[in-house]
Nanobody
C-alpha cells in the first residue's frame, strides 16, 4: 500500500495561487495513477484531477480546466497540484489518492488532506 502525505495548503486571496504536494512512500508509487480530490464543508468529496502512472495523461474536472495543473515527479515520489486563479468556491480540504487501472481509476490509498481557504 502507498502512504500519502499532503502539504502546501493555506489561506490565499481570490485570484492567487497555491501548489499542493503529495509525498508518497512505498515501492509501488511509480506504477500508480494519482488523483486529487476535494471536500468542502457539508459537501461530498469530488474529483479534481488525475494523472496516469507514466505522467503522460492528465484529467480534470470541468471547473478546474485551465486553472489547475497536475504533475508528478517519480524520482521524488511526489505528485503536485498547481492551482491558479483561485476562487472562494475552491475552499475545501484537498486529498491526494493513489489509484489503479484505466480511467476512471479506482483509488485505494488516501492522504489525510490539506486545507485550502480562499478569501474574497
Amino acid at each position: 500500500q502507498v502512504q500519502l502525505v499532503e502539504s502546501g495548503g493555506g489561506l490565499v486571496q481570490a485570484g492567487g495561487s497555491l501548489r499542493l504536494s503529495c509525498a508518497a512512500s512505498g515501492r509501488t508509487f511509480s506504477g500508480r495513477s494519482m488523483g486529487w480530490f476535494r471536500q468542502a464543508p457539508g459537501k461530498e468529496r469530488k474529483f479534481v484531477a488525475a494523472i496516469s502512472w507514466t505522467g503522460g495523461d492528465t484529467y480534470y474536472a470541468d471547473s478546474m480546466k485551465g486553472r489547475f495543473a497536475i504533475s508528478r515527479d517519480t524520482a521524488k515520489n511526489t505528485v503536485y497540484l498547481q492551482m491558479n486563479s483561485l476562487k472562494p468556491e475552491d475552499t475545501a480540504v484537498y486529498y491526494c489518492a493513489a489509484g489503479w487501472g484505466t480511467p476512471p481509476y479506482v483509488y485505494d490509498s488516501w492522504g489525510q488532506g490539506t486545507q485550502v481557504t480562499v478569501s474574497s
